[in-house]
C-alpha cells in the first residue's frame, strides 16, 4: 500500500523560517523547520507547550518535503524597545523571565532584528510514521481545518492569508511513494522546475540535488534546537496542468 501524505499550503504576506539567531539577529533559512512545523500542528491540535512529550512524538513521526511556488522577497525588521530593571519577559518555559544589570544597562532602548519572508507561497507534502498511531494524518487534517487556536506561520505576526489545507479533506491527500513523488504530482500551469527540499532518501524521479545535514530540529524536554538530520535541495519538475 502507498504511503498517504497530508498537502499543505502556505502562503502569507510575511512568513519566518526561522535559523540560527545571532547576537540579536533573527535569521530565516529558505525551507520550514521540522521544529516550526511540529509547533505549527500541535497549535491546530490544541497541545500546550508543556505537553513536551506528545511535541516530540509528532516531530519525531513527521516526514515531509516542500516546495517553492514562487520566487519571495525578504524583509528586515528593526525593532526596539525601552526596558526597564522591573520589566518581566514572555518565555517559552512557562515563567516570566526577569532582567539583571545595572542602572547603565537601561539607558538605551533594547534592540534587535528579524528577518521574514514576503509575499512567499510554498507546497508542503507530509506524513506520520507510523501511519496508525493518534494522531493520525486525519486528526491532522481536521484540526487544520478548524485550529484550536488562531494558526501562524514561523512567528505570531505572520498570519496565513487562505486556509491551509482544501476544504475537501479528501483533496487535500496523495498517495506516492515518497513526499518527492508527492510534490512532483501537484500540478501546476507553469511547468519550471521548482526549488525544494525533502528528506534524503524521500525524493522524486525529476530532481537534482545537494545533500546536507540540516539542524532543524528541536528537543522539546530542553527547550533548545540540537541535532541535525540528512536531506537533499534543490529542483523538482512539477506535473503540467493542462487544465
Known amino acids: ?8 499550503t502556505l502562503e502569507a504576506p510575511l512568513m519566518a523560517f ?3 539567531t545571532v547576537d540579536n ?19 491546530a491540535l490544541g ?5 513536551r512529550q506528545a511535541h516530540q512524538r509528532l516531530q519525531d513521526r513527521l516526514v515531509f518535503a516542500a516546495r517553492h511556488e ?7 525588521d528593526f525593532q526596539t524597545a525601552k526596558l526597564e530593571a522591573s ?3 514572555w518565555t517559552t518555559r512557562g ?12 539607558l538605551g532602548p533594547h534592540l534587535r532584528y528579524r528577518d521574514y519572508h514576503a509575499d512567499a507561497a510554498l507546497t508542503v507534502v507530509l506524513r506520520l510514521e507510523p501511519a496508525d498511531e493518534a494522531p493520525t494524518l486525519d486528526d491532522l487534517a481536521d484540526a487544520l481545518l478548524r485550529p484550536a487556536r488562531p494558526l501562524f506561520i514561523g512567528r505570531k505576526p505572520c498570519l496565513p492569508s487562505r486556509p ?28 519550471d522546475a521548482l526549488r525544494a527540499l525533502w528528506p534524503a532518501g524521500e525524493g522524486g524521479t525529476t530532481r537534482t540535488d545537494r545533500a546536507l545535514d540540516l539542524a532543524d530540529e528541536r528537543n522539546w524536554s530542553s527547550g533548545l534546537h540540537g541535532g541535525t538530520r540528512r536531506v537533499c535541495e534543490g529542483t523538482i519538475q512539477p506535473a503540467k496542468d493542462d487544465g
Do not use: C, W
Request: glycine fraction near 12%; proline fraction near 8%; charged fraction near 20%.
Open 1 to 8: 500500500m502507498m504511503p498517504r501524505h497530508l498537502v499543505l
Open 47 to 51: 497541545l500546550r507547550r508543556e505537553d
Open 25 to 43: 539577529y533573527g535569521t530565516i533559512r529558505d525551507f520550514p523547520a521540522a521544529s516550526m512545523l511540529t509547533g505549527l500542528i500541535a497549535n
Open 95 to 106: 515563567a516570566p523571565e526577569g532582567r539583571a544589570g545595572g542602572a547603565g544597562t537601561y
Open 70 to 76: 514562487r520566487p519571495a522577497g525578504r524583509v528586515a
Open 164 to 191: 491551509l489545507i482544501a476544504p475537501d479533506p479528501a483533496a487535500s491527500f496523495i498517495e506516492t511513494q515518497t513526499v518527492g513523488e508527492a510534490l512532483e504530482t501537484i500540478p501546476r500551469h507553469n511547468k
Open 87 to 89: 520589566d518581566r519577559g
Open 18 to 20: 526561522g535559523g540560527v
